[in-house]
């Protein structure tokens, strides 16, 4: 069931990013746009009460349970990632805008681009583990939680190998690009201030 669900949040998480950008740049509605988009943290939270309630109805704790809470961890933290850059291409596709920057290709703009992304991976861990912790608490057997303690342990890990990433990008950045300083120019603050809406 708890699987479903989190198919379901996705599905809809992307159900609402279109719909609230077509509101946006196809019926040009920016108010039913911004509900829309402001709605999309309320899948998160619809995720996570069910899970709860699974598990305080006496749901046994499962890969499934432990899923879910990284799944809310990382929504809540790359959520407005994805919605910027969501934003930008149907900016670009739809409403004639610029075209959305891509990421750098060395230098350290790479660099500075890759900690980043590992500072968004780091608060997603920090979100899912400690969400997990909470059921962890919650249910007070040890021997019944071992399957979210396993996921708090696979998000460690996963936080490591990315940091791993970040420091191969830092150590080994290669030349500064053309085309990785115009990514971080007008075009990137135009999608950085777009992305400020949600």
Not at 71 to 79: E, I, Q
């Amino acid at each position: 069931m708890i699987v479903a669900l989190i198919v379901a949040a996705e599905i809809a998480f992307w159900v609402v990013l279109a719909a609230g950008l077509g509101a946006r740049y196809l019926l040009r509605m920016p108010r039913l746009s911004t509900a829309l988009l402001l709605g999309v943290p309320l899948i998160d939270v619809l995720l996570l009460t069910a899970t709860v309630l699974d598990l305080r109805n006496g749901g046994e704790p499962s890969h499934a349970h432990g899923l879910a809470a990284l799944y809310l961890g990382f929504t809540v933290a790359y959520g407005h990632t994805v919605i910027a850059w969501a934003d930008g291409h149907a900016a670009h596709r739809l409403g004639r805008g610029p075209k959305p920057p891509k990421a750098p290709k060395g230098g350290w703009a790479r660099a500075r681009h890759e900690w980043r992304l590992w500072s968004l991976t780091l608060l997603a861990v920090a979100i899912g583990c400690a969400v997990l912790q909470g059921m962890i608490w919650g249910i007070g057997d040890a021997d019944r939680t071992e399957p979210l303690v396993n996921w708090q342990l696979s998000a460690l890990r996963v936080l490591g190998i990315h940091l791993i990433i970040a420091l191969c990008y830092t150590i080994w950045r290669g030349e500064e690009r053309p085309d990785a300083e115009q990514s971080t120019g007008e075009p990137a603050r135009m999608a950085e201030r777009s992305g400020q809406n949600y």
